[in-house]
């Protein structure tokens, strides 16, 4: 069982930054692929960005080149550097873990982020 806690969602302006951070326990961090998502009002849950055990990266194509995902195994966290954020960006973001020798899912409580003028 893994518990993930998110945290660094906000009000910012267009063009402007946040960090998102997702602190997990209760299992072993690294043997977990971990991702972002969210979910804007009336829309589906969406993929955001992934990072897999060995550290390699994917990301949705409507946020690459403005968003980097890392995580800090020794810190059990992930994270989310945004940048340039857009209005359209606005949206509960939501951590994930995947366990990479089981089938498992575990999701975070969400953190809203806000991008308005």
């Known amino acids: 069982q893994v518990q993930l806690v998110e945290s660094g969602g906000g009000l910012v302006q267009p063009g402007g930054s946040l960090r998102l951070s997702c602190a997990a326990s209760?299992?072993?961090?690294?043997?977990?692929?971990m991702g972002w998502y969210r979910q804007a009002p009336g829309q589906s849950r969406e993929f955001v960005a992934r990072?897999?055990?060995?550290?390699?990266?994917n990301y949705a194509d409507s946020v690459k080149g403005r968003f980097t995902i890392s995580r800090d195994n020794a810190k059990n966290t992930v994270y989310l550097q945004m940048n340039s954020l857009k209005p359209e960006d606005t949206a509960v973001y939501y951590c994930?873990?995947?366990?990479?020798?089981?089938?498992?899912?575990?999701w975070g409580q969400g953190t809203q982020v806000t991008v308005t003028s």
């Open positions: 994930n873990a995947v366990p990479q020798l089981r089938k498992a899912n575990y």
């Open positions: 209760g299992s072993t961090f690294s043997s977990h692929h």
């Open positions: 990072i897999a055990t060995g550290g390699s990266t």
